[in-house]
């Protein structure tokens, strides 16, 4: 059977082979635009990419940062995250024109859109319950209500033009809608305007699979499928070597998981609730210099 992964290894050869050379914010780059992968997450499959090895735990202690609406990288390093420490330089920060905001605090970037849209930013340790619009918990009330599940209505928006310039960096997976059909199955398609194809898609795709699975368990439904659409889909001139060991291995099987307990809030998830049915198998590290 041909495994899913390979429309992951067929976009990087795409780029490799037909994307135009651009020199972009932060680097020389090969691009293409428009691209779209279908994953499927049933029977607790979970796309993680198998021909090197993902950071899962690092990407699971992400989604859950954007759940709870935290924009504090502090969080993230306490948990042994560090992938947003370069975006959240003072340095990185005074180049955005973030002065005001402390080393760390990284603007009203994806949780506080998630959970508090459009709510007028102070700084990362401001507590801003019931301010903006928490569109996560509309969707959950949606997912969990028989009569408005399947409601065309259940989009996520990250991207907002009213804080752009209030941001360290505006979002890249801008936009995410979930779907059920037959009254129990959920899917999940992510609209991503920027795709760092050899480290940020993975992740994505990891991340919004993850996402899917924990609001299923959540709200007593089957998880589906994950359809992700690229707009800008790049590969930095550093990561092509990479990329071309990369896209000579035979992918794995995907793994499958468990979330093993219903929690009372979407916050309390935690790392340890997830059974591996099937194991994570992967190829050896392959290691890429993250851009800021």
């Known amino acids: 059977m041909d495994s899913e992964e390979n429309q ?4 990087i050869k795409t780029i490799l082979n ?12 090969k691009s293409i635009f428009g691209y779209s992968m279908r994953f499927s997450l049933r029977d607790g499959q979970l796309p993680l ?8 735990k690092t990407c699971f202690n992400e989604l859950m940062w954007f759940i709870r609406g935290s924009t504090n990288n502090a969080e993230l ?5 560090h992938i947003w420490d370069a975006n959240s330089t003072r340095d990185f920060l005074d180049s955005r024109g973030l002065k005001k905001n402390a080393e760390g605090d990284l603007g009203p970037v994806y949780g506080h859109q998630w959970r508090h849209f459009n709510a007028a930013y102070t700084d990362c340790h401001t507590d801003y319950t019931g301010k903006g619009v928490d569109q996560l918990a509309y969707i959950i009330d949606a997912l969990k209500t028989p009569e408005s599940r399947s409601s065309r209505r259940l989009v996520m928006s990250a991207w907002n033009p009213c804080q752009i310039d209030e941001m360290a960096l505006p979002p890249c997976h801008v936009l995410a809608q979930f779907n059920v059909t037959n009254g129990k199955y959920l899917s999940c398609s992510l609209y991503q305007r920027s795709g760092d194809v ?7 795709i990891a991340s ?19 359809i992700l659409f690229l707009g800008n889909a790049h590969i930095y001139e550093e990561h092509i070597q990479v990329l071309e060991q990369q896209i000579l291995r035979t992918p794995f099987k995907f793994p499958k998981i468990n979330i093993q ?3 009372d809030n979407i916050e309390d998830y935690k790392v340890r ?9 992967f190829c050896e590290t392959l290691k890429m210099q993250m851009k800021a």
């Open 198 to 204: 050899g480290l940020g898609v993975p992740f994505n």
């Open 77 to 81: 390093v306490a948990a042994g995250v």
């Open 261 to 263: 307990e219903k929690r």
């Open 49 to 56: 990419i198998t021909t090197k090895r993902l950071a899962w």
């Open 208 to 226: 919004y699979s993850f996402l899917t699975h924990l609001l299923a368990k959540h709200c007593g439904l089957i998880a589906e499928e994950f």
């Open 273 to 281: 609730d997830i059974e591996w049915i099937e194991p994570y198998k």
């Open 18 to 29: 037909t994307g135009s050379l651009e020199e972009s914010r932060n680097g020389i780059t």
């Open 8 to 11: 992951y290894l067929n976009l």
